[in-house]
């Protein structure tokens, strides 16, 4: 699979991520990099980020979400991330749930 190749990133962030800002924090950096899915926060604390795109596009946010969070900005305390890759499913726009 190329960069340029189309993808879906789910990825599973572990840490300090509900009720800080960062589902918005990450909608606004996957919407900057023209990429489509949702941030959602799931029952036991995790923020799962679903992100289609270009695979490049979609590696630029996986490194964002594990960044240290003084370099943009990040709300919350990222301890973990678990990505998983697979084929588009046709996401449409950001949002948050």
Known sequence: ?????????????????Q?????W???SRALELGLSGHATNLRDGRVQVVAEGTREKCSRLLDLLREKPSQHDRPGE??????QWTTPRGESGFVER
Request: aromatic share 10%; net charge negative.
């Open 1 to 17: 699979m190329s960069e340029t190749d189309d993808a879906r990133l789910t990825a599973f962030v572990h840490g300090t991520v």
């Open 19 to 23: 009720g800080v800002g960062f589902r």
């Open 25 to 27: 924090w990450t909608r």
């Open 78 to 83: 990222v301890t973990a991330v678990v990505e």
